[in-house]
């Protein structure tokens, strides 16, 4: 589902640290915050994430440039990813990392490392991994380095490689339910130290989806009743969603999207 494209907003690049002054508003379909369909199609429910979300980067439909193909200068995993929603984050992250003793980073989903490409986290290792094996080949001929690979892998399925922190941003939001208990459930035999997750802290209830689908999660409340993170990263987003709800036009504000951090063993 793309969002209207003629609202595609410019976005300058911020200093670190800077945090992103304007609200982007950006109208969206109705059906766009769509809920799990107790009559869907089974086909659809069967689909693995790498055919959903190959599909989704294969039509850019994240990249909201023209329809003559990818905007080169925006990220293809969506305006979330972009320089702007990311600028606080960018700030913090290598002083979180380096607060909690990280040395080796898990970024799953790494995306097409588009911001964090702007990042020196200062840890030993970096392993960037996505279950789209285009993103992940695009990734290692562009960004590889001898601390820096990319991997094929599946967050809700495969068994993932050791690491102190396993960095999750933007991920179960796309989820179904069971696979959002999946991917925590993965990352708990994974032995990991810490996951740092997408959370939005203010929503008192979650949507079920189908996978590929998005909703803004609270890991604090049902059905995953997550412990009080030991650390939280609020991401000053302030994207704008305007959908056409019942004829009316109402304005979807995310500014308690952030980042959880929660030690593995309290998962
Ligand atoms: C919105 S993007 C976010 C990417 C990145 N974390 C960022 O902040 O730019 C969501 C990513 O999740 C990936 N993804 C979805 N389900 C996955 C799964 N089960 N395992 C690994 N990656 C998955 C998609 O391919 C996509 O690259």
Same mark, same amino acid.
């Not at 799953?108 to 490392?113: E, I, M, N, Q, S």
């Not at 490409?117 to 840890?123: F, N």
């Not at 802290?201 to 008192?204: D, K």
């Given at each position: 589902m793309n969002p209207d494209r003629s609202h595609q907003p410019t976005t300058p690049d911020h200093a670190p640290g800077t945090p992103p002054a304007e609200e982007r508003r950006t109208v969206v379909p109705e059906g766009f915050f769509a809920t799990k369909d %107790?009559? =869907?199609d089974p086909a659809r429910a069967d689909r693995s994430a790498r055919e959903v979300f190959s599909e989704i980067y294969a039509s850019a439909?994240?990249?909201?440039? #023209?329809?003559?193909? !990818?905007?080169?200068?925006?990220?293809r995993s969506g305006v979330g990813s972009d320089l702007v929603q990311t600028a606080v984050l960018r700030a913090e992250l290598p002083g979180l990392v380096a607060a909690l003793g990280v040395r080796t980073f898990l970024d $799953? %989903?790494? =995306? #097409? !490392?588009f911001w964090m490409? /702007?990042?020196?986290? =200062?840890?030993e290792s970096y392993l960037g991994a996505d279950v789209v094996p285009e993103v992940v080949e695009r990734n290692r001929e562009r960004f590889a380095r001898p601390d820096r690979e990319f991997l094929v892998l599946d967050l809700v399925r495969d068994p993932l490689p050791p690491a102190d922190l396993v960095f999750s941003r933007?991920? $179960?939001?796309?989820?179904s339910h069971d696979d959002v208990r999946g991917a925590l459930d993965n990352v708990k035999r994974s032995g990991a130290k810490y996951l740092a997750t997408t959370t939005f802290?203010? /929503? &008192?209830a979650n949507d079920d989806i189908e996978t590929g689908g998005w909703r803004p999660l609270n $890991? /604090?409340? &049902?059905? !995953?009743? $997550?412990?009080? %993170?030991?650390h939280l990263i609020n991401e000053r987003c302030t994207e704008v969603y305007v959908v056409e709800r019942g004829g009316e036009q109402v304005e979807l504000r995310f500014a308690d999207k952030s980042i959880g951090v929660w030690r593995v063993a309290d998962l």
């Open positions: %107790p009559d =869907g439909a994240w990249n909201w440039g #023209d329809d003559t193909g !990818f905007d080169e200068t925006a990220s $799953l %989903p790494c =995306g #097409d !490392f490409s /702007r990042v020196e986290l =200062g840890v933007d991920c $179960l939001v796309h989820l802290t203010e /929503r &008192a $890991l /604090r409340v &049902a059905p !995953f009743h $997550l412990p009080e %993170p030991v």
